[in-house]
């Protein structure tokens, strides 16, 4: 017979993993809302990657407690739990890894992906973070909106002011989202 100690560190874990598995799906569907700038940090294909995370942790889940109602001398059940927990510890690692890589390079990261936005979309990020341009007024900066709304108004920023050109703004956000996905993963 199993003690009560080591089933009651067992639940708690468990539930640990169940919670793991709801949070990550959860905000993988939430943050898939309309928002110009999340959109711009975390792309459709880390959401779906989250998503997936998500399920395969909610499945562990699963896993765990059919492993562990079984009779005590049958154990494949957690042999199958072990084989899963495996999995998902290395989709994990590999999860944050990509994110981890991708800070690394952030700024000139988040440049490409200016680049690949619309004109539209542009416009509506820098009416909403304040700025022209990704690293200076002459890169990428789309006239029009209610911030960047001539060219003269471009070419009076101040080059010193960082705020005022997008890569700032941008990575600021980008670094405290990507720290808090990569923390909770």
């Known amino acids: 017979m199993v003690s009560r100690k080591l089933m009651g560190v067992w639940a708690v874990l468990d539930f640990l993993l169940l919670a793991a ?6 905000l993988s569907i939430v943050w898939r809302a309309e928002n110009t700038l999340m959109n711009l940090v975390l792309t459709p294909a880390y959401l779906t990657t989250g998503m997936i995370l998500g399920i395969a ?7 765990s407690i059919g492993a562990i109602i079984q009779k005590n001398h049958v154990t494949i059940g957690l042999v199958v739990l ?12 590999v999860i944050g890894t990509v994110i981890w890589f991708f800070t690394l390079q952030m700024r ?14 542009r416009i509506r990020l820098q009416d909403q973070l304040q700025c022209c341009g990704y690293f200076n007024g002459t890169d990428l900066a789309e006239i ?9 108004f471009v070419g009076g920023l101040n080059i010193s002011e960082a705020t005022n050109f997008c890569v700032q703004p941008i990575t600021d956000y980008a670094d405290m989202t990507l720290n808090n996905v990569f923390t909770y993963v």
């Open 144 to 152: 029009g909106g209610t911030f960047c709304r001539s060219q003269e």
């Open 82 to 93: 072990n084989y899963t927990l495996l999995i998902d510890a290395i989709g994990i690692v």
């Open 21 to 26: 598995g709801a949070v990550a799906l959860a």
């Open 57 to 63: 942790l909610l499945v562990t889940f699963m896993v």
């Open 108 to 121: 000139n990261n988040f440049h490409v992906r200016w680049e690949e936005v619309s004109r539209e979309t």
